[in-house]
């Protein structure tokens, strides 16, 4: 009898003690004990970093967000904050209360520069390097240098079409959109960025750039997982396990840019300011222009085929698409940079994909500098503190959008009355705000209009039995791991074909 009783004490006080264990490092050692969340997950970032790992983060934070509200405490020292009074808050210019006067929140280098040996690029370069590289791109991107484009992306679109004709024939044949895209998409932005395509299109395969960065992008992904919880040794043997396909990607790339740059020739194109600056780091153009192909490659890739695969799926919203594009057009000739901007309802489908299927899934992190204190959203965060605004739970949260998980173009034409509560501009932001956002945007709207319009025009489409629920259960890890997507495309007896 006395044995049972002393185990029960000792139970109940080892469960006493653990409690109060517990409650220190939650409510006393950790400055954001007031924020909600798992409490495996305000002890440890483990769970967070499993899931950024598995590439199911974004579906990861969207049921937390569901479960815990607005502001979530997703690690010791982490909140993932769906508002969209947060963007300007966290990305553009920081709220502060104390700690000094500093421009944004910086991005942190657990997750932006796994390995600090990089030179610095438009991703990863501070606040000051950053400004400089983007003054030094600005031109090349600015809504008239792209108008001046047209002809070269023309010819990369005429090549697309002619492929998809030729697969198809007269008769329904399935094709990979995936694919084709992808080709389309790679060879624009390496045609402008690098003063030559990869010939993806022409060859019908794709090539060794995409594949390795695709593969580097997830080694920085368990790089920066490691770089967070792990001993710096064990990130140092990781890197140096994984350095092979960043070296291959980025050697591709110097190839390309020293061939440029020695034959002389001046290109009006997306770089060639960035060259014409009296003082420029070789290596940074390397790797800011690896990342402009890669990023100009994926997002464009991933709005295209996401907006194929939901107008498929909703013959409502394609016959309406349908109707808009061929009525106004006679001809592809027709089809243009300018004309496009009329395309009231594509356009609209364009936007309703980027809320419901965002090109980036998951938040992308800053981070509140030591000793500071910022407002966020209207919450007060401490220094140390990573913060993020994950697009996808926010662009599915009921909060801020009338059925979220539904694709609805109409919401995005301010006519329908039951959308008036949606937050559309000031809740989606595919392309980020502030001074990093992305510096790209004019090109990627002026692909999407181009080859949507362009592929509707030409074809009927049909979504493929296999890929009925291509969206289902899909991976990120930043950009979307896309699964082939199969559809039936049927030639359009066209005038001007």
Known sequence: MLTALLVVISAISSYILLYVAIYYIIRIARPLHDY???????????????????????????????????VVRVAPNELSIIDPAAWKDIYVRPRIISGGDFPELPKPDWFFRPNMNLAPNIISAD????????????PGFSEK???????????????????LRKRCGYGAVSVDLVKWFGHATTDIIAGLALGESF??????????????????????????????????????????FFTGHRVKYLDLCRQSLSKRVASGVLRPDLIQSLLNQEEYNFDSVVHTAALIIFAGEETTLSVLCGVVYYLASNPVAMETVLKEVRGAFRSEEEITIASVNKLEYMIACLHETMRIY?????GLPRIVPRGAEVVIAGHVVPGDTNVAIPPYALNHCAEYWVEPDK?????????????????????????????????????????????MARVLFAFDIELDKSCRNWVTDQTSWVTWARPPLYVRLTRVNQAGK
């Open 36 to 70: 909600p969340g798992p409490l495996l997950n305000r002890l440890t970032p483990v769970p967070w970093i499993i899931h950024l790992w598995r590439g199911t983060l974004y579906s990861y934070a969207d049921a937390l967000h569901k479960q815990y509200g607005p």
């Open 407 to 451: 694709f609805i173009p109409e919401r995005w034409l301010g006519v329908d009355k039951r959308f008036a509560s949606d937050k559309l501009h000031e809740g989606l932001k595919p392309f980020l705000v502030g001074p990093r956002g992305c510096i790209g945007q004019n090109l990627a709207h002026v692909e999407m209009r181009l080859i």
């Open 199 to 240: 010939n993806c299109l022409q060859s019908g395969e794709g090539n060794d750039f995409t594949r390795l960065f695709n593969r580097v992008v997830r080694e920085d992904i368990v790089l920066a997982g490691l770089r967070r919880v792990g001993p710096h040794f064990l990130t140092t043997l990781a890197y140096r």
């Open 127 to 138: 606040f000051d390097t950053h400004a400089h590289i983007k003054r030094g791109l600005a």
């Open 358 to 362: 965002p090109p980036v899934g998951a």
């Open 145 to 163: 240098n792209i108008r001046e484009q047209e002809p070269i992306i023309r010819v990369y679109i005429d090549s697309l079409l002619a492929q």
